[in-house]
């Protein structure tokens, strides 16, 4: 991607998450007395999350947003159900939206003012879904007129990118997108509400993950951080993932550009908001919605590992989470375009990992895995050295959403999106494995640039294996505490399992 396009993609998400189209320009389907009657229920979520939260309630305007979190189409049933959560009761109960499905293929429309690129982004990002998923779409000329009775999602290019969560109509559903919205990545999010998925900020457990700083967030607008409750949501088991295309960024509704989400864990803040491509998850989400009934679960003659799952498209292999391959998830996947990667048995010694031709530069489009073991029992240890650039079109602020990035996988789960590090914006000092396994993938899409050197080595005061019980905290803790004592003799005064004051010098 050439650096103006990437400055277009930057632009465009500003665009998407400032988005505040004036209801009389949202081309829905509905009457102006439908919107008014949904815009007077969002404004009482509104007024009920702002005293669930201890926000001012004087002088604040009315939100002008028709749009549900900026690039929502509520139903009504879908905004009464939110309203009953906000304020605290349940009454109504929707089914879940993914449990109303589509029949596939999912017929389209495509609005005859795109131009021949604008029609190309949208059907790269229709083909994105198609390549990960059993999901299909089928284009239609609506304009001819097929039987009305056929649901049809009909791509608009109207103000803004909106869509409706889930099938909400029998007969055509509307999906703006318009300009500022050209990129797959955003497209491809609109395509995740089409199929049901609500933003991923929005799940009932996302407290456990990030948290909203409601006094940064613009007046007005903090029911849009109103979680949905689990009655609503059709999740799949799967865990709340940072890197998923449905998250929010770090300053979305930022009021005086200060950071609306913040992560639990401090090293995820990078990794929200991306818009590049699905997870892992998000994938997993959509197949296990779609696409169960596909494969005789017994052409699978081994378990996925790492949640892994059987694959819709190739029913005798697992569909594997990003860096790892094989039939059942068991390897670590080849790199790309470069010679890098591959497993690294880590141990008291020293090693390294870095980028191709460090400190040369990389080249666009490389992919690197490196799956880091160490003996059952210890950590690992990942130090990130030298001087650290990976550049895409950086602002090197704050809230920097990573393009190319350096992904640190350090929890027991392989499966979810990691850390993410960008730009010049080294992490301070050592990230260490809550297991024995590690996953560290590299990712370019700009020309290159220096890139990254890290060590690597096993924590030498003891750890803790995948499988440790109780829980992974009170290991950490203990694992710190016999660091601590480890260390005590040789004159450190403190052990702490984000930094390296384990006193392990290297
Ligand atoms: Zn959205």
Same mark, same amino acid.
């Given at each position: 991607?050439t650096k ?7 632009q ?5 998450? $400032?988005?505040?189209v004036?209801p009389?320009?949202?081309?829905d389907?509905r009457?102006i007395?439908?919107? !008014?009657?949904?815009?007077? %229920?969002l404004?009482?979520?509104?007024i009920?999350?702002?005293?669930k ?10 939100p002008? +947003? @028709?749009?549900?979190?900026g690039?929502?189409v ?9 309203k009953? %959560? ?16 589509w029949?596939?293929?999912?017929q ?10 604008e029609r190309?982004f ?7 879904w198609?390549?990960v998923?059993? /999901?299909?779409?089928?284009e239609?000329?609506?304009?001819y007129? *097929?039987? %009305?009775?056929?649901?049809i ?5 109207g ?10 109509s029998s007969t055509t559903?509307k ?7 050209? !990129?797959?990545?955003? *497209?491809?999010?609109? %395509?995740g509400?089409? /199929? ?10 996302r407290d456990?993950?990030v948290?909203?700083n409601?006094d940064?967030?613009?007046?007005g607008?903090?029911?849009n ?12 088991d799967?865990?709340y993932?940072?890197?998923?295309? !449905?998250h929010?960024?770090s300053?979305? @509704? ?5 950071r609306t ?8 803040q990078?990794t929200?908001g991306?818009?590049?491509? !699905?997870?892992?998850?998000d ?8 696409c169960?009934? /596909? =494969?005789?679960?017994k052409?699978?003659?081994?378990? =996925? ?7 819709p498209k ?13 039939p ?22 020293? $090693? ?15 992919m690197c ?10 950590n ?16 090197n ?5 990573c ?5 640190v996988k350090?929890?027991n789960n ?6 993410r ?11 260490r494995s809550?297991?024995?396994?590690m996953?560290v993938?590299?990712?370019s ?5 220096l890139?990254f050197?890290?060590?690597? +080595?096993?924590?030498s005061?003891?750890?803790?294996a995948?499988a440790?019980?109780?829980s ?9 505490y016999? =660091? ?8 450190i ?10 006193g @392990?010098?290297?």
């Amino acid at each position: 991607m050439t650096k103006s396009r990437q400055y277009k993609v930057q632009q465009g998400l500003v665009k998407v998450l $400032k988005l505040q189209v004036r209801p009389e320009n949202v081309e829905d389907g509905r009457s102006i007395q439908e919107k !008014m009657e949904l815009m007077k %229920i969002l404004h009482d979520v509104e007024i009920n999350t702002e005293k669930k939260h201890g926000l001012t309630l004087t002088n604040h305007p009315v939100p002008n +947003s @028709y749009l549900y979190q900026g690039d929502i189409v509520l139903n009504l049933a879908q905004a009464q159900a939110l309203k009953d %959560i906000s304020s605290g009761r349940q009454k109504r109960k929707l089914i879940a939206n993914l449990a109303e499905r589509w029949q596939l293929p999912i017929q389209y429309s495509l609005d005859t003012r795109y131009t021949s690129d604008e029609r190309q982004f949208v059907e790269q990002a229709l083909q994105a879904w198609e390549q990960v998923t059993c /999901i299909t779409f089928k284009e239609v000329n609506y304009s001819y007129g *097929i039987s %009305i009775d056929d649901p049809i999602v009909q791509f608009v290019r109207g103000e803004g990118c909106w869509s409706s969560v889930g099938r909400n109509s029998s007969t055509t559903q509307k999906v703006s997108i318009g300009s500022g919205c050209f !990129m797959v990545g955003v *497209i491809a999010h609109e %395509i995740g509400h089409v /199929i049901g998925f609500w933003h991923e900020q929005s799940r009932p457990d996302r407290d456990n993950h990030v948290i909203i700083n409601f006094d940064n967030v613009q007046y007005g607008n903090a029911g849009n951080f109103q979680v949905q409750s689990w009655q609503n949501v059709d999740n799949k088991d799967i865990p709340y993932d940072v890197g998923s295309i !449905m998250h929010y960024g770090s300053m979305a @509704y930022t009021r005086e550009g200060k950071r609306t989400i913040e992560t639990r864990d401090p090293l995820l803040q990078h990794t929200i908001g991306q818009r590049e491509a !699905m997870s892992f998850y998000d994938i997993k989400l959509a197949n296990l919605a779609y696409c169960q009934a /596909i =494969c005789d679960p017994k052409l699978l003659k081994s378990e =996925c590992l790492h949640d892994g799952y059987q694959n819709p498209k190739d029913c005798r292999r697992c569909r594997c989470p990003d860096g790892l391959t094989g039939p059942y998830c068991e390897q670590v996947a080849l790199s790309y375009r470069a010679k890098c990667g591959g497993v690294v048995n880590v141990s008291s010694d020293l $090693k390294y990992i870095e980028t191709p031709s460090f400190p040369g530069e990389y080249n666009a489009g490389v992919m690197c895995n490196w799956l880091l073991r160490a003996p059952v029992g210890s950590n690992i240890y990942l130090h990130l050295r030298d001087d650290f650039v990976q550049y895409q079109q950086c602002a090197n602020t704050e809230t920097e959403v990573c393009r190319d990035y350096i992904e640190v996988k350090y929890y027991n789960n392989l499966a979810g999106t990691g850390a993410r590090f960008c730009c010049s914006k080294k992490p301070k000092g050592i990230i260490r494995s809550h297991g024995n396994t590690m996953l560290v993938l590299f990712r370019s899409l700009g020309n290159g640039t220096l890139g990254f050197r890290a060590s690597v +080595s096993t924590e030498s005061c003891g750890g803790c294996a995948a499988a440790t019980p109780p829980s992974q905290k009170s290991c950490l803790k203990r694992v710190s505490y016999s =660091c601590a004592k480890t260390w005590k003799r040789k004159a450190i005064k403190q052990c702490s399992w984000w930094t390296d004051k384990c006193g @392990y010098s290297m």
